[in-house]
């Protein structure tokens, strides 16, 4: 039969319809991640070794165009419009022109691939690359080309290009080059039989050429790629983790696999009675076909029960052999409709045309309920959430990764808490910050219809509900179940308020947990500075809170008019004036400071701190080894917010060497983005920084992190290593930050040595 080029224009418009119809719905949480890591620059997410960078390309420039969430998905949807085409062209090369045809057609209507056609995330591109490299093999080893022609060349060079570019999207992209590499393997072994026909017109020499250029361009990703897909001993195994993970779905993973390949419902057995059907009808004409397909099919199902990697396993994992799992069916539609014409001698074509639609009716309902409703509903239920908290409300998400919705979804009138003091038992945790001085907590959570998801979100209800009344409670409803967004409103009881913890030292470094030879940094971020002043008493003096990590920080209230005499320490300290005006008096002289302002102090010498405004002054004292002047106790070393130094409206930075700690000041337009704080000298150092305007998040240079990006607003102090800033806001932020370095220089005071803040004249009382 002739290719039936009016009828594949037809499905795949037909396609492309079902993938643009509702692509502006709510961004999922993995969405929300791509989409936060494409807020790089292209260079940087290029470095990054943690993440295969293609998708997260992608979600770059496609962030930036208008439109929202449908202009962030189109490159992706696009990508899943061409696998549609790779699918004919596959089936026809492996059968004949009706299956690609119809196994087109089945691709088309799959509520499976439309949803990850949907989706801003990896599995689209991941699948176009590698039914591409599919197509570019067969098509290389085609039996009777001649050997050296330029089709042939043209063919490994598609073929190099589709698996280097699938390697640079997702981890399981060694499968598609692996099961290429079998059927290599398979071909040459059978050419040997033969006679060596196929090595005759090349097949070792392009194989051999291709895999060493594949080799050399993917270079910088195999470390990462081996050790994803590395043995964990003592591990479970790819089908072992898919079942824990899902809690032993009924039927098991190879159920799971045949209902979403296959559509769901009657479709999906359809369907794998139609596979055998085209496996018993070319098994003659099209051995070579089939011996291709059971590859495909066999060898990633066989590893699902042998092999121990490091990472659980999700059938998505498989998207590729999907298509692959639909032509084998599709050929079995063919093969019906050509046994009924020649024995009933019917016209054989429209007998296929109605077998393949009499298919796609059967698979109506599954797609319907596709379309019911959006996978998400995080643009809702944070849209509610933000319409309806007032400023004083706190708001905890669950699970903790979704903090990535921060960027995309942005609460503008209350302040969002990490989970995490909620869930965890741990000295670092301080369940105090968040249940303390609100008057109202919106606590929602998704991701909570698995029993373990679920009981880990009910401690942390069971906490809020110790001091707090539940008001109301909504569902915005998702596809699937699992997806539903629940949100739960809660009003302070009269009761007495849990007391302030003292801050204590998190843990500083600990091994992930997929990657144990990989090491990761955590943040500390434990004092907010208008929230410990809400929380003090007014007539408070001395030390009111105090930061023990990365180093220890105090923060006072000198009040009006009554001295605050600090003794003569062995260490030099930096002082930030939070609020207020005042005066530091030493034996040598006094030195008037404002708000604003940063101060070197030396450690060599007593002073004293007084206030000369009506409400006090609050500083921030942190120690550092820095280098002040001969015969000066402290000099001031610049204002923060100092217009002449950093003019609004624009991104810079202006920092000052002090021995062996350096002082900045950073201020981002709306939008903006530093990158000096992930370069040298600073990689090496400890740092703490303070916000003093707008909102920004920190997210860590070339690393994996749970943790990252951290949102930081006003007062935030937070403790880092290396730290990358993105200006969320719309208005300036502006931010002061102190780095000092780990390793001290010969004959200089040891960093590590504790500042001694108990030693102030007013002693810290929790």
Sequence with gaps: MRPLWPAVLLILAAGTGLRLFRLDHSLRIDEGEVWARAQRPAVEILKNRAYAPHADLLAHFSSAWPGGEASLRLPFTLYGIAALFCVFLLGRRLFDDETGLAACALAAFSPYLIGYAQEARYYSVFLFYSLAAFSFLLAAVEPGERAGSRRRAL???????????????????????????????????????????????????????????????????WRGLLLLQSESRGGLTLSQSFLLWHFMPKGGIMARMIEDFGGGGAQAWALLGLAALGAFAYRKSRAQSLSFIGLCLGLPVLSLFVLKARTHFEVRYFIFLAPVYLILSASGIAGTASWLGRSRRGNSRIIFAALTAAIILTGLPSLADYYRLPKARLREAVGYVDAHCSPGDAVVFYPQWDFYWYGYYPLSRCRPFPVLPLLEQRQDSDPTRVVRGFNRIWLGATWIADPIRAEEFGRARRLVEKYYDLEKEIVFHGRPENDDFHLFAYRRKNGPLPAPARASPPEALRPQDEYPSRWIARPALDLNIPETLETAAPQRRGILARLRFPFESVLI?????????????????????????????????????????????SGRSSYALRASSAGGTVLLMIPASTTTAAGLSARPLFNAWDQTLLPAGMDGV?????????????????????????????????????????????????????YSPVYLWEGDLEGAWGWETLNLDRQDS?????????????????????????????????
């Design 155 to 221: 063919c490994w060079a598609g073929f190099v290009l589709a698996h280097s570019l699938n390697l640079y999207t997702h981890g399981f992209a060694l499968y598609p080059l692996a099961l290429c590499g079998a059927y290599l393997a398979f071909l040459v072994a059978k050419s040997r039989l033969q006679g060596g026909h196929i090595v005759r017109n090349g097949l070792l020499l392009g194989c051999a050429l291709s895999s060493a250029i594949i080799f050399l361009i993917c270079l910088p990703r």
């Design 557 to 601: 209230r000198v009040g009006r008019g009554v001295p605050l005499r600090q003794p003569e320490y062995k260490f030099d300290h930096v002082l930030y004036v939070w609020s207020g005006t005042g005066e530091l008096s030493t034996r040598r002289g006094g030195l008037k400071f404002r708000r604003g302002d940063v101060l070197s102090v």
């Design 654 to 706: 202006v920092s000052r060497r002090e021995g062996q700690a350096t002082v900045l000041v950073r201020r981002l337009k709306p939008g903006g983005v530093d990158q000096g704080m992930a370069e040298a000298p600073y990689e090496a150092g400890l740092s703490l920084g303070l916000v003093l305007q707008g909102r920004i998040s920190l997210s860590r240079k070339g690393m994996l992190l749970p």
């Design 734 to 766: 502006l931010e002061v930050k102190l780095i000092r370095e780990v390793r001290p220089a010969r004959g200089s005071l040891p960093a590590e040595a504790p500042f001694m803040a108990d030693k102030l004249m007013v002693p810290y009382r929790p």
